[in-house]
């Protein structure tokens, strides 16, 4: 499907924030390891968090609707088989964090996923848990990953990145390994899996960079997702952006491991404000207003980047329009997500009419730029992409069309309807 954007002159009303992907993928796949019966209320419906799902049935759990979002997954007869073949779809987050998980149980696991997911990277993983001693053949570190799952040892691991993923993926085998497992990122990446584990009895615990996880079992505990702050990102940059707008996110999650957009906001001098924070099944959230809002060009790097990773690509748009330059540093892992984000990114805000330069871990903007649009984009079977060029496209003096927007459907499948709401 291609997607034409117009220029629009203002946002205004309030949303909710659909369900956070990284929280509900956690969710499915826990539940599938307690034995027992939970629900989670408010369950992503996006197509990667239905890869998981789609995952735990084939892993032996019960899992069914009550009602809209409303999941209810009975774990009582999972990991009864000796052998499973798991079709992650595009989802890297159900195949990283699925190779920890079944890694450490005695069976044969073949993973696998679309074209795109089996190009993405997977030493990342791999390496980690062969320290543990765990038994995988795979397509020169990328997919499909053959595991013949064994007992693992414990291992004291020093990630050279800052990633969830990878961190989640070795907690999730250490779970199941006798004696405790550790591992150290040089910053602190998103955390809700040590969240959840240890809402849900797991003896883990984190201190400063560091967490430790022994082997355990968790307990069914119903669960609740909040609404997912790298979807709202995309709502918070529009609205700092078009003139004369003033809209309200409803229901966002504040894990501070997660909210770096907002502080990026912040900094930059955006009008903005959190509004009825709470805390449900260890996670932080609230609303947020965000108004059209004069910013500043910043400089982004070091430990906030795994804060914003997945916001970078739309901060590039914030950043067209801020008064002065803004720096993106030490964020070289976008080049291994969906697409090169650094490299599609910069290649696509240029035909806009961005002053932007690619950069080996970043990129450098020029802001204050009207962006003349009058353009045919690509977001590269990318759909943070393709949301980015969207909120683009709202401020663009003329129309822009953006080339296979359906990939959006995979992690935000509500993202048109929502924003229409606001014009």
Not at 105 to 126: A, H, N, Q, W, Y
Not at 188 to 213: F, Q
Not at 252 to 265: A, K
Request: contains cysteine; glycine residues 6%; aromatic residues 4%.
């Amino acid at each position: 499907m291609n997607l034409t954007v117009n220029k629009v002159r203002a946002l205004k009303g309030e949303i909710t924030i659909p369900s956070d992907k990284s929280i509900s993928h956690r969710c499915a796949m826990l539940a599938s390891l307690t034995g027992g019966i939970v629900e989670i209320q408010n369950f992503s419906m996006g197509a990667d968090c239905i890869s998981t799902l789609n995952i735990i049935k084939k892993l032996g759990c019960d899992a069914e609707f009550i009602e809209e979002k409303h999941l209810k997954i009975n774990a009582e007869n999972a990991f009864k088989k000796d052998r499973y073949n798991l079709d992650c779809g595009n989802s890297g987050t159900s195949m990283r964090l699925f190779s920890g998980l079944v890694a450490s149980r005695e069976m044969e696991t073949t993973l696998f996923g679309d074209e795109s997911l089996s190009k993405r990277p997977m030493k990342r993983v791999i390496l980690p848990l062969e320290l543990m001693g765990a038994k995988i053949k795979h397509n020169n570190f990328k997919a499909p990953l053959i595991i013949q799952g064994r007992e693992l040892f414990p291992i004291d691991y020093k990630s050279p990145i800052a990633s969830a993923q990878v961190k989640s993926c070795i907690l999730l085998a250490g779970l199941n390994t006798y004696g405790e497992t550790r591992v150290t990122e040089p910053y602190v990446s998103r955390d809700h899996t040590e969240r959840m584990l240890k809402y849900l009895g797991a003896n883990i615990s984190t201190e400063r960079c560091t967490t430790k996880i022994k082997k355990s079992n968790l307990q069914p505990k119903n669960l609740s997702v909040c609404g997912d702050i790298s979807s709202a990102a995309f709502f918070l940059a529009a609205g700092a952006i078009v003139p004369n707008s003033d809209i309200i996110l409803k229901n966002v999650g504040l894990n501070p491991t997660r909210t770096g957009i907002i502080d990026v906001l912040k900094q930059m001098g955006a009008d903005i404000e959190i509004l009825d924070e709470r805390v449900e099944c260890n996670e932080e959230s609230g609303d947020i207003r965000i108004k059209t809002s004069d910013l500043k060009g910043i400089t982004i790097e070091g430990e906030i980047i795994p804060r914003l990773i997945d916001e970078l690509p739309v901060i590039a748009v914030l950043a067209s329009q801020a008064d002065g330059t803004t720096i993106v540093k030490d964020a070289q892992d976008l080049r291994n997500k969906e697409s090169d984000r650094i490299k599609c990114l910069v290649t696509e805000l240029i035909k806009l009419g961005s002053d932007i330069e690619e950069t080996p871990d970043g990129f450098i903007i020029n802001g204050k730029k009207t962006l003349k649009g009058n353009s045919v984009t690509q977001c590269y079977h990318d759909h943070r992409l393709a949301m980015s060029l969207y909120v683009a496209g709202l401020i663009c003096e003329k129309p822009i069309s953006i080339e296979e927007f359906q990939w959006v459907d995979i992690s935000f499948p509500e993202f048109l309807p929502l924003m229409q709401s606001l014009i």
